[in-house]
């Protein structure tokens, strides 16, 4: 029932984390349209998309809550890696619009009016953002949540962004409106690099990459008196959904219903010192 309540209290920080995340992206995009400047509109769209990973932070925590049923037997959780990739790919895609309009920006450049409402802006974001960074990442802290911890450091790196674009504002007003397109094309890698990120990461869930080393597995099994020695060690899934198969090796004189006790002692131990064990499959071998 605590497990229940924690997911439900960490969809409200999300929630409330989202809300304003798309406030700033509004206003920062709002902004930049109207004084033409092209790093504003790019952090603005760096700011939906932080967004966009909220909601992916909501789609993971409400399927999480889902225990596992007769159609699902390994739970629910890659559903939250599907939505993942479609994130990444919404990234490119802004990565690739934020690039092609900054060439032509660059050859038909276009004057930038800088005014007291974009710097006004940007500094409302960057306190938004601390705000953001401190209150999630405290709760997560207390709430358990790898979600809300890794959003507020996401987040964290977005406060250097927002401070980028006001360098970027001033020198325009100095006269030197080129650095606009120069740091809109940063923030356009920058929001690909995100995308290539996650990308890498779900795919390693979908083509059941090793999660574990073998050797954190095999120290479990070396403490479990009457266990020879464990091997054909296989893990997969996610950081906070471990799969582990295994086959344990033990005395052919060994009972049945011993050798059963034995593993699910190992199994027990499996999921008790090794975080995010959901799944354990034992075969039993004699010697």
Same mark, same amino acid.
């Given at each position: 029932?605590?497990?229940?309540?924690?997911?439900?209290?960490?969809?409200?920080?999300?929630?409330?984390?989202?809300?304003?995340?798309?406030?700033?992206?509004?206003?920062?995009?709002?902004?930049?349209?109207?004084?033409?400047?092209?790093?504003?509109?790019?952090?603005?769209?760096?700011?939906?998309?932080?967004?966009?990973?909220?909601?992916?932070?909501?789609?993971?925590?409400?399927?999480?809550?889902?225990?596992?049923?007769?159609?699902?037997?390994?739970?629910?959780?890659?559903?939250?890696?599907?939505?993942?990739?479609?994130?990444?790919?919404?990234?490119?895609?802004?990565?690739?619009?934020?690039?092609?309009?900054?060439?032509?920006?660059?050859?038909?450049?276009?004057?930038?009016?800088?005014?007291?409402?974009?710097?006004?802006?940007?500094?409302?974001?960057?306190?938004?953002?601390?705000?953001?960074?401190?209150?999630?990442?405290?709760?997560?802290?207390?709430?358990?949540?790898?979600?809300?911890?890794?959003?507020?450091?996401?987040?964290?790196?977005?406060?250097?962004?927002?401070?980028?674009?006001?360098?970027?504002?001033?020198?325009?007003?100095?006269?030197?409106?080129?650095?606009?397109?120069?740091?809109?094309?940063?923030?356009?890698?920058?929001?690909?690099?995100?995308?290539?990120?996650?990308?890498?990461?779900?795919?390693?869930?979908?083509?059941?990459?090793? =999660?574990?080393? &073998?050797?954190? /597995?095999? +120290?479990?099994? *070396?403490?479990?008196?009457?266990? #020879?020695?464990?091997? %054909?060690?296989?893990?997969?899934?996610?950081?906070?959904?471990?799969?582990?198969?295994?086959?344990?090796? =033990?005395?052919? &004189?060994?009972? /049945?219903? +011993?050798?059963? *006790?034995?593993?699910?002692?190992? #199994?027990?131990?499996? %999921?008790?010192?090794?975080?995010?064990?959901?799944?354990?499959?034992?075969?039993?071998?004699?010697?």
């Amino acid at each position: 029932m605590a497990r229940l309540d924690n997911f439900a209290r960490a969809r409200r920080v999300l929630l409330l984390v989202l809300l304003l995340n798309w406030s700033v992206a509004l206003a920062k995009m709002a902004v930049g349209y109207l004084i033409n400047s092209l790093s504003m509109i790019a952090d603005g769209f760096h700011s939906l998309l932080d967004g966009a990973s909220n909601v992916i932070g909501l789609v993971g925590l409400t399927v999480a809550a889902k225990e596992r049923d007769e159609v699902h037997p390994y739970g629910h959780k890659k559903y939250e890696t599907f939505t993942a990739i479609a994130i990444s790919i919404l990234l490119f895609i802004t990565c690739f619009e934020v690039i092609e309009l900054a060439f032509r920006r660059m050859f038909n450049p276009q004057p930038i009016e800088v005014s007291p409402a974009s710097f006004g802006v940007m500094i409302i974001t960057i306190i938004v953002n601390i705000f953001v960074t401190r209150y999630e990442s405290r709760r997560g802290e207390e709430l358990s949540s790898d979600v809300l911890i890794a959003d507020s450091a996401q987040t964290r790196s977005d406060i250097f962004v927002s401070i980028s674009v006001i360098g970027t504002l001033v020198l325009a007003h100095m006269g030197y409106p080129r650095w606009d397109i120069v740091v809109a094309i940063g923030i356009a890698f920058a929001i690909g690099h995100a995308g290539f990120m996650i990308l890498r990461r779900s795919s390693m869930v979908l083509v059941d990459r090793m =999660v574990l080393d &073998k050797t954190r /597995v095999e +120290e479990v099994c *070396a403490k479990i008196e009457g266990i #020879e020695k464990c091997h %054909k060690i296989r893990t997969r899934g996610r950081k906070d959904d471990i799969n582990i198969d295994l086959h344990i090796v =033990v005395n052919q &004189k060994m009972e /049945v219903g +011993e050798a059963h *006790a034995l593993a699910h002692r190992l #199994e027990r131990s499996l %999921k008790q010192q090794i975080p995010g064990v959901t799944d354990v499959q034992i075969h039993i071998e004699p010697f």
